[in-house]
């Protein structure tokens, strides 16, 4: 039995009992008591690596405000609203917020010369920039061509060096390749690595280290090189949430379940910078009767600061980032992290009990990212998700073959609100299955087979 097997066997107690052991933790408020978060200053983390003092809180630029309103998936025509995103920088930073994360690829291209703007407006020692070798274009597998989008980063960012570099998207398949070939292909045939490798020795890398989607076998070789002493990784970028520590690869088994990666990473001494404690915004928006049972716990605390609590506790975690497109969100997780208060043994049993039931509704974990986009037979992937797992969340899923006293409200509400949410040239019913979409989702879903899915409960629908 392998070391994920093992953790697998332990079971969900013994597992999360890892989550717990580095911290001490306070004791648990009484049920139905108020909790006031923000009455004091962030919560920092040391990287043992380069003594880096980073906010608990890191600051994810991928999903900018634009002067339209909303964001690029809303308004992709729209300019980024550079007033706005200068505002939320310094609110982030005046509040401790030093981690900033961003990507040649995020916002069509657009999230580097935003965050650059404005950060270069602040000292350049006041904060660390995150960004990544976002090669995934098999025509940017050339050395030359990595090599360019490393130089346009710095350029973009307006700065000299870079605190926190990432391999972008590591273990991901393309549609004719492998997870191993395509990491070979934007990596190492083309020798880029190494030359990354030459940066950081000559100081316009601070720290390398990569971060990981899909194929864990991929994930495993990045840390036996490590092992073995033949790359050296200052950090690992990983999904972790309360329901993806013990069922990320049972809500979809391209994935692995976060308390295998931390603990892989943890026992190596690698931090931790931890990206989607939301999952897409799917643990903020529960169930009713799910947030009901969170309130009467602490009811000044909404289900988001749960996650986020969650995802700070453990010692190995140097940050958790955040997609804030908005003041309130940036408000809100400023205050959860300052101070942050590590979740308990028995608060970490309660949250395990809400991730089986959330489990157990079987939603699609699709965290609107939007990489599957566009479809080239027009179909709104992201909202078509988006719309069947708010029913689940809302308990608009009715079941034709076991009809309640509800049945008609139901149905009626997801039928209406599904031709709402989405135009009916953009509908599931006309995916062909091509799967143009299927490799360029971080959470391997099997699109086209959600697609048929979903049509055909829609069809069942109709004619019930």
């Known amino acids: 039995m392998d070391r994920r097997d093992f953790l697998k066997h332990l ?9 717990l052991a580095a911290c001490k933790k306070p004791e648990s408020p009484e049920q139905g008591t108020t909790t006031i978060d923000g009455q004091g200053s962030m919560t920092y983390r040391t990287n043992h690596n380069t003594g880096d003092k980073v906010s608990l809180l890191g600051y994810g630029m991928m999903r900018l405000p634009v002067e339209a309103g909303g964001t690029m998936r809303e308004n992709p025509d729209s300019p980024i609203d ?10 982030a930073l005046e ?26 407006r602040h000292p350049r020692d006041s904060y660390f920039i995150a960004t990544k ?51 070979n292909g934007r990596f190492m045939d083309n020798g880029i690595l190494d030359w990354l490798v030459e940066q950081k020795k000559n100081g316009r890398i601070r720290n390398l280290g990569f971060s990981y989607h899909g194929d864990v076998s991929i994930f495993d070789m990045l840390l036996k090189w490590h092992d073995q ?10 999904e972790l949430n309360y329901l993806d520590w013990n069922y990320a690869d049972e809500i979809n088994e391209r994935n692995t379940d ?29 169930p009713d009767y799910i ?14 600061r749960w996650a986020f609590r969650f995802a700070g506790t453990p010692e190995g975690v140097l940050t958790v980032l955040s997609g804030m497109s908005y003041m309130e969100h940036l408000i809100e997780n400023v205050a959860t992290y300052s101070p942050l208060r590590p979740i308990t043994e028995d608060e970490n049993a309660f949250l395990m009990q809400i991730a089986d039931e959330i489990y157990n509704l079987k939603s699609i974990p699709c965290t609107t990212c939007s990489y599957c986009m566009p479809c080239p037979y027009g179909l709104n ?25 509800t049945y008609n409200k139901a149905r009626r509400a997801f039928l209406i609100g599904y031709d709402r949410s989405v135009p009916k040239l953009r509908q599931s019913s006309h995916c062909i299955g091509c799967n143009h979409c299927v490799p360029h989702c971080p959470q391997r879903i099997d699109i086209p087979a959600e697609m048929r899915r979903i049509d055909e409960y829609v069809e069942q629908l109709k004619r019930s």
């Open 291 to 304: 947030v009901k049972r969170m309130q009467e716990r602490e009811p000044e605390t909404p289900a988001a």
């Open 11 to 19: 079971g969900g107690a013994a597992a999360a009992a890892s989550l």
């Open 95 to 120: 509040h401790g917020v030093n981690y900033f994360d961003t990507a040649p690829v995020y916002c069509q291209g657009k999230s580097e010369g935003s965050t650059g703007i404005a950060l270069s």
């Open 229 to 238: 002493g033949k790359y050296h990784w200052d950090f690992v970028q990983i």
């Open 133 to 183: 070798m976002s090669n995934q274009n098999p025509a940017s597998w050339d050395k030359q061509s990595s090599m360019d989008i490393f130089e346009n980063s710095l350029k973009e960012l307006r700065t000299d060096y870079v605190d926190y570099l990432l391999l972008h998207s590591v273990g991901m398949p393309s549609k004719d390749k492998d997870a191993l070939a395509v990491f």
């Open 82 to 91: 550079q007033e706005m995103v200068n505002q939320q920088v310094d609110y």
């Open 381 to 405: 992937i992201p909202a078509i998700f988006a719309h069947y797992n708010k029913c689940i969340s809302e308990g608009n899923v009715p079941n034709p073959e076991h009809p309640t006293s």
């Open 258 to 286: 976060a308390v295998y990666l931390y603990n892989e990473l943890q026992r190596r001494n690698i931090p931790s910078v931890i990206m989607e404690p939301l999952l897409g915004g799917r643990l903020a928006t529960l």
